[in-house]
């Protein structure tokens, strides 16, 4: 299936990519307050895409993080029309052990959270592919840190703001303070992370680059 180890590498990636993508927004509708800071349970996962993300870009090029960028939007709206069409179905009473109305309540909600997090998504992620390469076009290989940090330092601005005020400030769920205290922290806490992370992106480039520098994949191996 797959001929070179180039090819295993990208679907093992894109594979990761795409579930905690998914995964953050079937989880997004959970608020969490730290504090006096708000945000949502669906950050978790985000560091994971940052690093593939980076780790795509810096192997596969700006065309392999655009497209599978395209497939995971279409991947989330998919998610998007299967709760909706799960929403509408009634449960079997009696015997279901969750009801329509709690059903409704944690998956329903999410379908505003989806619609804003396909926005966001792939506002943020061509974003951060153009940026990422200005700096890797005038750094080269060098300086991995600046172009993996400077990408999510912008692209995530736009990210948190624009999820969070589709999601939650549009709908009326939270005030415009709320909004921006949200919007601030989710920022703040994906800009630690991602500098926090920046030592497994090394580790992340070196373990690949040492795979691929070995002999490709045989057909039927």
Known sequence: MFKTKRDLV???LAGIFIANAVVAELTGGKLIQIGPFIMSIGIIPWPVVFITTDLINEHFGRDGVKKLSFITAGLIAYCLLILFVAIQIPAAKGISTVTDEQFK???GQGV???I???IAFLVS???DVSIFWFLRNKTGKKMIWLRSTGSTVISQLFD?????????WMTGKITTAEYINMATTGYTFKLIIAICLT???YLGHYIIEKYLSEDPISDGD
């Not at 948190?160 to 939650?168: L, M, N, R």
Request: charged letters at 0%.
């Open 10 to 12: 990208y679907i093992i």
């Open 105 to 107: 309540t944690v998956f």
């Open 112 to 114: 505003w959270i989806m």
């Open 116 to 118: 804003a997090s396909i």
């Open 125 to 127: 992620q061509l974003i």
């Open 160 to 168: 948190s703001f624009i999820v969070s005020g589709i999601a939650f």
């Open 199 to 201: 030592p497994m992106i």
